[in-house]
């Protein structure tokens, strides 16, 4: 099977997928309710892909190829056409992508029975996978970017999914607004880019970036292509819509806001690596953010009661783990761990949706038997000693927890102890800002092992927390949720594999790195610097330190949390005091948005723009009516109804015709 | 003087004339059908005067045609004056104005 014919079906089966359960449904609305039949075409058209791409992986011969489809748009000197690229990092995030993807439309079956919006929540899904794929796969800024915008629709779409509440649909909008800001800078870095080549394919514009444009002019995209990333992978300062956009499905928040849609802005710079490495003055810029977007998520983590915002906020610390990586030259280990965290993190926000899905069932008992105060099922102080009734749930979530708390062994282990070990070697190497990246990582693993044990054990252990929990207890959820938990907690313990460290047998038997920044791989990296056989020790004094803190961190947090629950975050307050309040409200970035930009934009909006959209816009063409009224008033008389002035008329004009043809 | 043939289109114009005007300015559609049949026969006369002066006969052929022509006409005129006037009971030309805006 050819690969031109494949990448085809790869694309277009999603998008089959979204037309079937979203217009044909539209216009045969007696078809939404064939819940198993929508459920089987979305999710099909996920794996298909998956197995596609699978196939290609596994024949790929190391030259990347382009199928170029036809024409998009020729317009001067611009060409663009639709044309995508195989190659090996296009391979694994498209893997990632429709391989967690299928993993999540099969929960969704499950996660939104009975949902009367069911066949518009698969069309969504699978129009998502569409997009994103065309993001990772497109050989062209602006295929990219249409995948870009697409995702940004999608998460729109589903984010909003509940759209007859507002708050929902407000979530929706900010996260929308958020990302158009950062999209406005990757439109910016398109046309320099433009300008200074002439062209948008990668082909064009990563051969020898640093030969073929001025270093201002390379900084300059680097940084803008960077805001735009941080617009959609969540970072300082455009982060605050992903916490929100915890009102959507949970279906929802583990595929676009866990595993693949905020990942965009790390393939971006991945993808665009050359150019990255020769503007360092931006990498540092890239990881110093990272790094204090992945310290100040993980501390607003260890307050919020909010299930998901958790898993949020959490996400957000990640990705922070993420640009700390990219900042340091490490691309391919960002990579690695967009990977794992794909993993872990999806089995965490499924696993969360289960839990809510049982705690619902809990809530509607309630509320059944008259129980007046309103339950809510994300939240974890009405929760506890679930191990006893979801098992399959505590299990999945208690492996994943161990994953991205960085237990040794487990998945996140090996992507986070090679970041902190490439940002030490960074520093190591003489670039000092990576010693302060190097720290922060640390600090916010111990943090990342705290705030997740507390969120299992939260949840999980302990005794049950809600009204009547003697009675009434929710029960685990069917094989339609199970099996995706069990498939990504399992790939959360052995997916690390793939990234053993450079110290086990010379960095042979690390197989991301060969894939992805190998002889001819498209992840660029810094050049290697050779360096005395005592810091082989140092690698293994590093992995040590980082697997004490991990254990150290679960430890604790096991310890603080069994024994004394929730009493213990009071405990914390009173440690902490005012910062603790700091973090519990979020470092108060959205009230500081809202009072700085949002409430000013709505003033002269309603100020400036609305009057001018009731008396100018309205006016004119208001105006254009009346007068085509007043002229018709004007006209009028002549309709007199009478015979004979209308054969008055006939005569002038006859007498006008002869004297015309006498005298002319 | 000799009664040319001059005089015959003079008298055929004035008549034509009164006809029009006949239509253009009473009230009464009954007389309005009256201008109406003057026109037509001062269209005859005129038609007879050139077939004289010119020596063909087609002329005073013309004229039965619009003789016949006219009298189908006027009946079919009256007949819808007579319509008009069970619904409006009127014959005043000012008074049937329904397309009025």
């Known amino acids: 099977m050819e690969p031109d014919f494949l990448v085809r079906l790869i694309l277009l089966l999603p998008l089959a997928g979204a037309i079937l359960n979203g217009v044909v449904t539209l216009f045969f609305p007696a078809l939404r309710e064939r819940e198993g039949l929508i459920g089987a075409i979305g999710t099909t058209v996920v794996v298909l892909p998956f197995l596609f791409t699978l196939y290609l992986f596994l024949t790929f011969d190391g030259e990347a190829h382009v199928a170029d489809f036809y024409t998009w748009m020729s317009a001067g000197d611009l060409s663009v056409s639709f044309a995508y690229r195989i190659d090996q990092l296009s391979l694994l995030m498209s893997l990632v992508v429709t391989g967690v993807g299928g993993l999540i439309h099969l929960y969704s079956i499950g996660y939104m029975h009975g949902d009367s919006g069911y066949a518009r929540f698969f069309a969504y899904l699978n129009l998502f996978i569409f997009a994103m794929l065309n993001l990772v796969l497109g050989n062209n800024l602006l295929v990219l970017f249409l995948g870009w915008e697409g995702v940004g629709l999608c998460s729109y779409l589903l984010i909003g999914f509940w759209y007859t509440e507002l708050k929902n649909s407000a979530a929706a909008s900010k996260a929308f607004i958020m990302n158009r800001v950062g999209d406005f800078a990757f439109l910016m870095a398109m046309f320099l880019l433009y300008k200074a080549l002439g062209s948008l394919d990668f082909d064009v514009l990563l051969a020898d970036p640093a030969g073929n444009l001025s270093q201002s002019t390379l900084n300059w995209v680097v940084l803008l292509l960077f805001i735009g990333a941080t617009g959609k992978s969540a970072q300082i300062p455009l982060f605050t819509w992903l ?124 509320e059944h038997q008259g129980h007046k105060k309103h339950l809510d099922p994300q939240d974890m102080r009405t929760m506890g000693g679930l191990k006893k009734y979801m098992p399959a749930t505590r299990m999945t979530f208690l492996l994943s927890t161990l994953a991205i708390a960085g237990i040794p062994l487990f998945a996140g282990f090996f992507s986070k102890d090679e970041i902190l070990f490439k940002a030490f070697e960074y520093g190591y190497n003489g670039n000092g800002y990576a010693w302060f990246v190097w720290i922060i990582g640390i600090l916010t693993a111990f943090l990342t092992a705290v705030y997740m044990t507390r969120c299992y054990v939260l949840t999980f252990e302990g005794e049950a927390r809600w009204p009547k929990a003697d009675k009434i207890h929710p029960k685990e959820s069917p094989w339609t949720m199970t099996t995706p938990l069990w498939v990504l907690g399992g790939l959360s313990v052995i997916g690390g594999f793939v990234g053993l460290p450079g110290v086990i047998a010379h960095g042979e038997w690390n197989w ?109 063409v208001n105006g254009v009516g009346n007068l085509t009224r007043g002229l018709s008033t004007l006209l009028r008389p002549i309709q007199t109804g009478i015979v004979q002035s209308y054969a008055v008329a006939i005569v002038f004009g006859v007498v006008l015709v002869i004297a015309l043809m006498l005298f002319l | 003087m000799e009664i ?71 009946a079919v005129g009256l007949a819808i004056v007579i319509a008009i006037f069970r619904n409006k009971l009127t014959v005043d030309v000012t008074q049937i104005n329904l397309f009025k805006y």
């Open chain 1, 243 to 366: 916490p929100d956009a915890m009102a959507g499905p949970t279906p929802v928040s583990a595929l676009i806001h866990a595993a693949t849609m905020v990942t965009s802005g790390l393939y971006l710079l991945a993808r665009l690596s050359p150019m990255v490495l020769s503007a360092p003055q931006v990498m540092v810029v890239i990881a110093v953010i990272g790094a204090l977007t992945a310290l100040m998520a993980a501390t607003i983590a260890i307050t919020q009661n909010d299930i998901k915002k958790v898993l949020a906020y959490s996400t957000v610390s990640q990705l922070g783990y993420m640009f700390m990586s990219a900042g340091v030259g490490a691309f391919f280990v960002a990579i690695f761990h967009v990977m794992t965290h794909a993993f872990f993190k999806g089995c965490l926000f499924l696993g969360s949706g289960s839990v809510i899905h049982g705690m619902h069932e809990v809530e509607h008992e309630l």
């Open chain 1, 512 to 620: 991301i790195h060969h894939w992805l920044a190998g002889e001819h791989g498209p992840v660029a990296e810094p050049l290697a610097v050779p360096h005395d056989p005592g810091f082989v020790a140092i690698e293994w004094g590093l992995i040590a330190l980082g697997s004490a803190i991990a254990l150290a961190g679960v430890g604790l947090a096991w310890r603080w949390y069994t024994t004394h629950g929730l009493a213990f975050d009071e405990r914390l307050r009173g440690i902490f005091g005012g910062l603790y309040r700091l973090w519990q409200g979020k470092y108060f970035v959205d009230e500081l948005y809202d009072a700085t930009i949002v409430k000013p934009l709505i003033g002269s909006a309603e100020r400036g723009l609305a009057p001018f959209d009731e008396q100018v816009v309205d006016g004119t």
């Open chain 2, 4 to 74: 040319t043939l001059n005089w015959y289109l003079g008298l055929s114009a004035v008549l034509f004339t009164i006809g029009v005007l006949g239509v253009l300015l009473r009230r009464n559609v009954i007389v309005i059908l009256m201008s109406v049949e003057l026109m037509l026969n001062a269209v005859n006369l005129t038609l007879v005067a050139f077939s004289q002066a010119v020596g063909d006969v087609s002329g005073q052929v013309l004229v039965f045609f619009v003789m016949s022509v006219a009298a189908a006409e006027a």
